[in-house]
């Protein structure tokens, strides 16, 4: 039971298929010809979710390091998430994001960016931080320990958060999806449950592509 359950999480679950990469590029190559052409409903929805997280990522950003073309990171990372998100919802499709290969693929080298940039040029300020404001002198140690550990570990919690949310999700619908038979006189209120539950796991994928965006902004903007 619990080898069918895991299994959809395999990349080659499928006809020995190597699913993760079809799941990479078939956002791209199902999308039709005219949402690259014209104005159509997709490229419109689009790109009022650009304008909207630009307005949103640039509130987070700090004015030291607010450039132009500041939030074409994030807003890329929150799309790239999103449709992963959003197709991996669907019956014969691969959830990249319940893994931690792929999730600290993302997280860990932005982190790590962000780390060597900050401490290159603005080594002093680095340094600061990690030791808050009002600390006696003999806690000052320990304090450079703990900010340091917190550092270290973000774009850890950052990949784990989102690989255990679409892990759980997506096991929760399994069950419920063994538990249907057409023929018992509780099968439609099985439907409606999964239906309803697959509702929520849309949402939760729309969420959860919105915090790891947000929360890496705002990792980067909190060392300025």
């Not at 990171?73 to 669907?90: C, D, G, H, K, R």
């Not at 570990?153 to 038979?181: D, E, Y």
């Not at 729309?206 to 929360?215: E, K």
């Amino acid at each position: 039971m619990m080898m069918s359950l895991f299994s959809m999480f395999d990349p080659v679950a499928l006809f020995f298929l190597p699913l993760n990469w079809i799941m990479v590029f078939i956002s791209v190559t199902l999308l039709p010809t005219p949402f690259w052409k014209m104005n159509s409903y997709p490229l419109i929805m689009v790109n009022l979710i650009n304008k909207i997280l630009t307005t949103e990522f640039k509130a987070l950003f700090s004015m030291n390091i607010l450039i132009k073309g500041s939030t074409i990171l994030p807003i890329s990372l929150f799309m790239l998430i999103l449709i992963n998100n959003l197709l991996s919802n669907f019956p014969y499709t691969f959830c990249l994001s319940a893994h931690l290969s792929f999730s600290l693929s993302l997280s860990l080298p932005i982190w790590l960016s962000i780390i060597i940039f900050y401490w290159m040029n603005i080594t002093k300020s680095m340094l600061a931080h990690l030791v808050p404001t009002g600390t006696p002198s003999i806690l000052m140690p320990l304090m450079v320990m703990i900010e340091l550990t917190s550092n270290i570990i973000r774009p850890m919690a950052l990949a784990v958060r989102l690989t255990a949310n679409l892990i759980a999700g997506h096991l929760l619908m399994a069950l419920l999806g063994s538990t249907f038979n057409p023929s018992s006189y509780m099968c439609m209120l099985i439907f409606m449950l999964q239906v309803m539950f697959l509702s929520f796991e849309l949402m939760v994928g729309v969420i959860q592509s919105y915090v790891f965006s947000v929360l890496m902004t705002l990792y980067s903007s909190e060392m300025s």
